[in-house]
């Protein structure tokens, strides 16, 4: 199936209220662009290098997400060009992005990442710092916390996922009770080709999906 069949068959799947992000690492802006035109209305980078590339052929026409793991030396440069951040994991970056967003007069809006599995090679803050860190950020001025968001693991069995999925709504409905100021949990962002419908059927309304749309990647 054609990359604009991709999208179409993926987009009257999934539920109403749940967002699909294009997940473009390594794709070409002629990948990208029939995305677009099939109906996909965010673009998910994990690179800036690449979203700038990408970026000069395809402009503001969607919102661009970054999904990757941001340094700190990169967030002047991704503050412009990104709409939303979904992988703020500690209060460095958060602080930064803050920092960087005051400097262009922009609030940036973004999504805790969760490492629900508690797994030491991934990126992400364990469940349990997550209320501590979101505490400290939701004053910063120029950055708006939206919601969480979590990787669960990238193959084998979706049903694995589902804990993972499970132990971070139950944070995400956590800190929506606390009612903090300057935090509103709109968005949980869990799920990927191999995952996302489970993760749906856990509270996901943001999904992250490559494969699924634009075949295997060739490097």
Not at 49 to 76: D, M, P
Not at 121 to 141: D, N, Y
Not at 164 to 188: A, N, Q, S, W
Request: hydrophobic share 40%; with cysteine; aromatic share 6%.
């Amino acid at each position: 199936m054609t990359i604009a069949g991709n999208v179409k068959a993926i987009l009257s799947e999934l539920p109403e209220g749940v967002e699909l992000v294009a997940a473009a690492k390594t794709r070409s802006p002629e990948e990208v662009l029939e995305a677009i035109e099939a109906g996909v209305g965010i673009i998910g980078e994990n690179y800036l290098q690449e979203a700038e590339q990408v970026y000069r052929v395809i402009g503001g026409k969607v919102k661009w997400h970054f999904i990757g793991s941001l340094q700190k030396n990169k967030v002047g440069k991704a503050v412009r060009l990104f709409d939303m951040i979904e992988t703020v994991d500690s209060r460095e970056i958060a602080g930064e992005i803050d920092r960087r967003c005051a400097g262009i007069g922009k609030v940036m809006p973004v999504l805790i990442e969760i490492n629900s599995g508690r797994e030491s090679q991934k990126t992400g803050l364990f469940p349990e710092a997550a209320i501590a860190v979101i505490k400290e950020i939701s004053s910063f001025p120029n950055l708006k916390v939206e919601g969480l968001m979590t990787m669960g693991p990238l193959w084998g069995d979706p049903e694995d996922s589902r804990p993972y999925f499970r132990e971070t709504k139950r944070i995400f409905d956590e800190i929506r009770v606390l009612g903090l100021p300057g935090v509103e949990m709109r968005y949980l962002s869990m799920g990927m080709t191999n995952s996302y419908r489970v993760a749906v059927e856990e509270g996901a309304n943001i999904v992250r999906i490559g494969t699924k749309i634009f075949g295997e990647r060739s490097r």
